[in-house]
């Protein structure tokens, strides 16, 4: 008897700078500083001008923001 997978992965979604910085209202520079010191999820590089986020990453961001947890 063949075993049925259950955990069906997610699909993963990629959020550009643009599209980030419309759910979290703060400046470009801002927002980089905080992927700098870690504060803020780490980017994927998709090419050379070109890098995106995990849009689950931002909303995790986002809800710890939401509740006022700095980690």
Known sequence: ????????????????QC??????????STWWRWVKEGRAP???????NITAWRSNEIDDFIQNL???DDS
């Not at 599209?19 to 470009?28: A, E, F």
């Not at 780490?42 to 050379?48: N, S, W």
Request: hydrophobic content about 40%; aromatic content about 0%.
């Open 66 to 68: 939401v509740d006022g």
């Open 42 to 48: 780490k980017p994927i590089k998709l090419g050379k």
């Open 19 to 28: 599209q980030v910085l419309k759910r979290i209202p703060i400046s470009r």
């Open 1 to 16: 008897m063949k075993q049925v997978a259950t955990d069906i992965p997610q699909t993963i979604v990629l959020e550009r």
